[in-house]
């Protein structure tokens, strides 16, 4: 089988952000970065296929500037075969539709059976670049899959419902599926097998056709929200919070009478 | 200004969160019409044109034919926006109703200031305006975040639509939730576990402050995705959504996803050690504290009462 998983590198959503000079978008300086937590789910998923079936092929793809091979080296590490690229500096600028276009333009002549990906990103969180890479490359999309199973080449997955149900789907390839959190676990790389990445390759591709996609949308405005509630916030030592709170608890709710 | 609303079906009912795509519609005060598979016997209350596909002949979830059916009506009613929930059928079918028209998908939206959408970016932590530079925008709009003070009324003009495509994926059926056993919306008190807690093995401290309180304790998403509490404790849309006198959140930042399920609680008391996280906007009272320090001081304290 050959298996195409979509990452994409995105800061650590604990990190202290800033606004950049455009105001258009987050400063890239200063952060941490790893790989979005959805597209680590989707790695996983197509290293236990591999796993499972013995003869696959795994392409991890990634949109982005030179830092971004760190977070493939991981999802290599994880057990993907062999990593490309696509340079963009840009790529943090872009909407879902041309990111979207970027990957398809690489896939469309490769015969991909399965793309795995993300269901969003946690930093744009747009929930559309997978649904737009089974679109453009006409083939089914089933989204924010919460369990796979791969059995002579049908595909049966849970899609996640709002209320914690699940839509019992099935499928067969080529198919484009987009990950939900708690799909299966994650791995950490081992040691050994974060040596072994070293070796794998990694090819650096230049932003491939678009097939004449451009930006259909533009930032008006990039902020911080104002904060609503008029809260109380607690700083100090732990015992005054914590005489503080319980004071604050009797006084303002019912609950420790 | 023309608004063309996408309405849902699933298990057999209408889900009556269409009263939130009619918010919408009113906020913008545009002619509206309503795009629906569903069936003739639940009708939305809506005053104008319904296109109805029969979901007894088109399924639930068909995305490939349901695309086709709402691109017809698209091209039969020329909306300057097409409006989606962001949710599991929303974001499915939006991205190729946006494929095929070429037009900007603005995805998540909040609010809607001076006719411009808002959206969250980086977990909520941050908000972006964002213009659409194509003549049709299509929008899926955050859950909850229109809402109507009544109920909508009227009684829709219903169009019936048929199309002959067929779909390539094949829904067979659904699975409940798993949501068996404590039953926190029943709670007066609830104290939550995020992914603050770090390790498996620090759930009983809040374990231990929820009995010190006399209340239970639940969980957020990644906190049960980890497998460190039942899902039957998850709060937030795809748990249970409570609306205790008391809420604790520990070390919890506050994803949409969990704020929907717990923000109605009459009193919010957040413990994280990042002040900028967005739990921070529902909390009444914000403690900047690790909760494995602060949580054993607080129990003791309450204990020793």
Known sequence: MNILICIKQVPDMESKFKIN??????????????????????????VRLKEQVGAADLTVLCIGPDQVKETMKKALAMGCDRGVHIADNDAHKREPLEIASMIAGFAKDKNFDIVFTGMQSQDRGSAQVGVMIAELLAIPAVTTIVDFTFDNGAIHVKREL????????????????????????????????????????????????????????????????ERKGSGLVLEGELPDMAEKLIHLLKEKTGVLA | MKTLLVAEFREGKLRIKYSQLIAFAKELQTTTSMFLVGSPSELPQFDGTLYLADVAKYGEYNPTVHKQLLLDVIAKEQPDR??????SYGWDLAPRIAVALKAAQISEVVAIEDGVPVVPVCNAKLRRKIKSKTAQTILTLQAGAFG?????????????????????????????????????????????????????????????LAKALGGEYGASRPVVDAGWVDHNRQVGTTGRTVTPKLYVACGISGA??????MKKSEFIVAINTDKDAPIGEVADVFVVADLKQFLPVLTEKLLAR
């Open chain 2, 256 to 261: 949409i996803q969990h704020l929907a399920g």
């Open chain 2, 148 to 208: 109507m003070e009544e109920d909508p009324i009227g009684t829709p003009t219903v169009v019936p639509i048929d199309t002959s495509v067929t779909g390539k994926v094949d829904c067979s059926g659904y699975e409940a939730a798993k949501l068996e056993g404590v039953d926190l919306t029943k709670s007066e008190i609830i104290v939550s576990a995020g992914r603050g807690v770090g390790k498996p093995e620090n759930i009983a401290m809040v374990q231990a």
């Open chain 2, 82 to 87: 097409i409006v989606f929930h962001h949710s």
């Open chain 1, 21 to 46: 000079a455009e105001k258009n978008w987050y400063d890239r300086t200063d952060l941490a970065w790893r790989m979005n937590e959805y597209d680590e789910y989707a790695v996983e998923q197509a």
């Open chain 1, 162 to 225: 709002e209320g914690g149900g699940r839509a019992l789907v099935k499928a067969t390839t080529p198919v484009v599926l987009t990950c939900q959190l708690g799909l299966n676990t994650p791995r950490y790389p081992t040691l050994p097998n974060i040596m072994k990445a070293k070796k794998k390759e990694l090819l650096t591709l230049a932003v491939p056709d678009m097939g004449g996609i451009g930006a259909c949308q533009e930032t008006a405005a990039f902020y911080f929200p």
